[in-house]
Nanobody, 128 residues
Framework: QVRLVESGGGSVQAGGSLRLSCAYY????????KAWFRQAPGKEREGVAA???????RTADSVKGRFTISQDNAKNTMYLQMNGLKPEDTAMYYC??????????????????????WGQGTQVAVSS
């Protein structure tokens, strides 16, 4: 059974940095789309960044130039490096996976309903 575990959240001041990690356990597949989502109180879940099995990445316009997604397949771990954090980045951050690299193409990667596996989330709070 696939299990995703996020870590690395915390509280920082605006302009600070955090690196989130998402460790994968259980069954793995050669073709996948992995993504980071976030959800702030009272708001819909939002796609932040995605990476496919070939290492191609997608990033939301709201975080482009500040957030970077990466993966270390040897460690079965995905990362989200967040620099220049803003108060509006405050949210619960989730990692997700679907066993289809094509899902990372086009606008599909932002659609949370297409992902089969989710972590429990890690909280990020940015103060001004």
């Amino acid at each position: 059974q696939v299990r995703l575990v996020e870590s690395g959240g915390g509280s920082v001041q605006a302009g600070g940095s955090l690196r989130l990690s998402c460790a994968y356990y259980g069954y793995s597949y050669n073709n996948y789309c992995k993504a980071w989502f976030r959800q702030a109180p009272g708001k819909e879940r939002e796609g932040v960044a995605a990476i496919d099995s070939a290492g191609n990445t997608r990033t939301a316009d709201s975080v482009k130039g500040r957030f970077t997604i990466s993966q270390d397949n040897a460690k079965n771990t995905m990362y989200l490096q967040m620099n220049g954090l803003k108060p509006e980045d405050t949210a619960m951050y989730y990692c997700a996976e679907v066993f289809s690299d094509a899902y990372c193409l086009g606008a599909h990667w932002t659609m949370d309903k297409g992902y089969n596996y989710w972590g429990q989330g890690t909280q990020v709070a940015v103060s001004s």
